[in-house]
């Protein structure tokens, strides 16, 4: 269970990091990285399925975690431009 946990931690931070780079924000913080990174992995994973994609292994995970991650980040700032 906490090796689980801690995986969730890494991917999360990994792919955080990563799509505040591709979004042209910058990194959001350690937690911040870590929370998106993991909200991203769980929207990456609906998204993927809703397109009957699935992909498996550490790359993959990341990816979709990544894809998820820069969602949420477009996603709100099309929210606050609005706003």
Known sequence: MLTGLIWWIIVGLIAGWAAGKIMKGGGYGVVADIVLGIVGAV?????????????????????????????????????????
């Open 43 to 83: 929207v990456g994973g609906w998204l993927m399925g809703m397109l009957g994609i699935h992909a498996g292994g550490t790359v993959g995970t990341i990816l979709v975690a990544i894809l998820g991650a820069v969602f949420l980040i477009w996603l709100t700032r099309l929210i606050k431009k609005e706003a």
